[in-house]
């Protein structure tokens, strides 16, 4: 019984003592999803739940459950949170729900990233019950955990190369910068909501690794995101290197690598400013798979090689 941490010398439950651990930066991701009909989808698109806005008093329920796990959940300790990020995707068949939360402390957050998403998605099924009432909240799981003794776990194979996103951008008119955005839509069938380059075909969505502007940065100081008409600018990942067909994990959304590179044409706003361009040899492009929100800080992970 001395292996068992969570159990004293009467064999009988207990919270661990996590005093002695040093104190560090840790990270927790988790996801669920609540099944329903695409009618009852629709109303959550539209409005039209008889009690109101479902995602809006979902994200707030969610963030609040993540702050209470210690009191649900007998054996959590009190953390303090430095953040929670609570988001959703619909799609048609149902809301997908993917919750982040972050803390600096002695034990990590997973408990508090699962209860955030359960919470959520038991808060979409009581606001749409009054429409649908066997729909069902499945795939409650652990996506990844970072920080402490145990280190960087992710759902599926830790050793999958992994990025992250610096930055997104849209454009109204191809052959132009792109001006960053706080976040961008993915959308199956087209791509980018709001790009000029969305649309039924096999270059919905643009990336180019930020490692690649570097290398012109020491001659063009102010190059920033978006200069090069990419819609996802991403560290950490050699993009060029990975096959046609490759599945990235993308924030909530998914992507189908299509192309890698392309041919530049001349007119185009950046390659008139610095006489080159990097996006023909280091961007590539994909179609949506899944759809989702994508934003800054976000992974990007290879899901097939």
């Known amino acids: 019984m001395d292996d068992l941490t969570h159990v004293n010398e009467q064999g009988r439950a207990r919270m661990v003592d996590v005093s002695a651990k040093e104190k560090a930066a840790r990270t927790a991701r988790a996801a669920g999803f609540v099944r329903m009909a695409p009618s009852t989808v629709e109303l959550v698109r539209t409005g039209g739940s008889k009690k109101g806005d479902v995602l809006a008093v979902a994200q707030v329920a969610g963030i609040m459950g993540a702050k209470r796990c210690s009191e649900l959940v007998p054996m959590c300790h009190p953390i303090q949170l430095t953040g929670v990020d609570v988001r959703f995707s619909l799609e048609p068949g149902g809301v997908g729900i993917e919750a982040t939360c972050r803390c600096c402390g002695e034990t990590g957050v997973e408990m508090e990233a699962l209860t955030a998403v359960s919470v959520a998605a038991l808060t979409v099924y009581d606001m749409l019950k009054a429409h649908q009432r066997d729909m069902v909240i499945e795939e409650v799981r652990l996506l990844e955990k970072d920080g402490g003794k145990s280190g960087h776990f992710v759902a599926g194979g830790s050793s999958a190369p992994c990025g992250t996103v610096v930055a997104v ?25 709001g ?78 400013l610095t006489g080159t361009c990097v996006m023909p040899s280091e961007g590539i492009f994909g179609v949506v798979t899944r759809p989702g929100v994508v934003k800054a800080g976000d992974a990007v992970r290879v899901r097939d090689v």
């Open 195 to 272: 790009d000029a380059h969305a649309g039924s075909w096999h270059r919905q969505v643009s990336l180019l690794p930020d490692e690649a502007v570097d290398t012109m940065r020491s001659t063009f100081p102010d190059l920033g995101a978006g200069d090069f008409a990419e819609n996802v600018l991403v560290r950490g990942l050699d993009l060029k290197l990975l096959p046609v067909g490759t599945v990235l994990e993308v924030g909530t959304a998914e992507l189908a690598v299509t192309q890698i590179g392309k041919t530049c044409h001349n007119d185009c706003e950046i390659r008139r």
């Open 169 to 193: 951008s849209v454009s109204e008119k191809k052959g132009t910068r792109k001006r960053p955005v706080d976040q961008i839509e993915l959308v199956v069938g087209s791509g980018v909501a």
